[in-house]
């Protein structure tokens, strides 16, 4: 079992490597725990015996390389996911934002756009839609083309709402999206201040300054090196007190560039860049 686990490990390292050179997508320096489950997971699902066929295919076969992305990249998400969050936004960080005559907002790792779409109405309820640009982006182009669509399941829209009730909406959420044929679309004017982008954080640059980034339950998935680079990014796009938001689960207290941020709501892991 252990020289089977050896050997795989190997294959794996080959295959991210040759998705690195054939595709300049880059996986080198994620959590490997992590790879090793979702590539396993694609694998058995796509129908290989071995790693090493599944890198055969997706080296020859540039039609297998969304099909795999769809393993490798993080797609579970939820509208208002940790409302304490969302309502630590609009009460604590929101009457800050409401000081600058226009705003930048940077969706990292955006997946198929439910977070995106939290800001945005919530943003719309507090009155600063209109002078804010929204940057979605994300390294999959298949989660980017979805949340542009803005179509989610009719079944998920129960789980969003309340999200958004406990967020401190001011609003109904079904004002918000047209449902039919089990899917709920959610309305185009949402959309109208919404910069899609392929980014990705291992490997491209920042593209703007940002007063708000939001990059949360990406860098769960990320080895130190490649979490540190991250916030160097987001640290790099944001200005003097521009806010930061991670993950429940993530944190800057490792990082090289902590020193840039102090903390500003704790529990909701919130941090606003410092003059550092």
Not at 25 to 50: C, V
Not at 88 to 109: D, Q
Not at 168 to 196: A, E, I, P, Q, W
Not at 197 to 225: A, K, P, W
């Amino acid at each position: 079992m252990e020289t089977f686990e050896r050997i795989e490990d190997i294959e794996i390292r080959l295959l991210l490597e040759a998705l690195y050179h054939r595709y300049h997508y880059d996986f080198r320096n994620y959590a490997m725990s992590s790879i090793r489950r979702r590539l396993r997971q694609a694998r058995e699902q796509l129908g290989f015996a071995t790693i090493s066929a599944l890198q055969e295919s997706a080296l020859h076969d540039p039609d297998m390389l969304p099909k795999l992305l769809r393993y490798l990249t993080v797609q579970v998400s939820e509208m208002f996911r940790d409302p304490g969050y969302f309502r630590a936004i609009r009460e604590k960080v929101v009457p800050h934002l409401r000081t600058y005559p226009s705003l930048k907002i940077w969706i990292a790792g955006c997946s198929s756009g439910e977070e995106l779409y939290s800001f945005v109405i919530l943003f719309r309820e507090e009155g600063l839609e209109e002078r804010t640009i929204f940057y979605a982006t994300d390294i999959n182009p298949e989660a980017l083309a979805q949340a542009e669509a803005g179509v989610y399941g009719l079944d998920r829209i129960r789980l969003f709402t309340e999200n958004h009730r406990h967020a401190g909406g001011k609003t109904s959420l079904s004002d918000h999206y047209r449902s039919g044929y089990d899917r709920c679309v959610f309305d185009r004017s949402l959309r109208r201040n919404v910069v899609f982008s392929d980014h990705s954080l291992v490997t491209d640059q920042v593209f703007g300054e940002m007063q708000f980034v939001s990059c949360r339950n990406v860098m769960i998935y990320f080895d130190r090196i490649l979490q540190d680079r991250a916030i160097g990014l987001f640290s790099e796009a944001l200005p003097r007190n521009g806010f930061l938001g991670l993950g429940a689960k993530e944190t800057l207290r490792f990082s090289s560039h902590a020193d840039a941020f102090r903390e500003f709501a704790r529990e909701e892991k919130i941090y606003r860049r410092t003059g550092a």
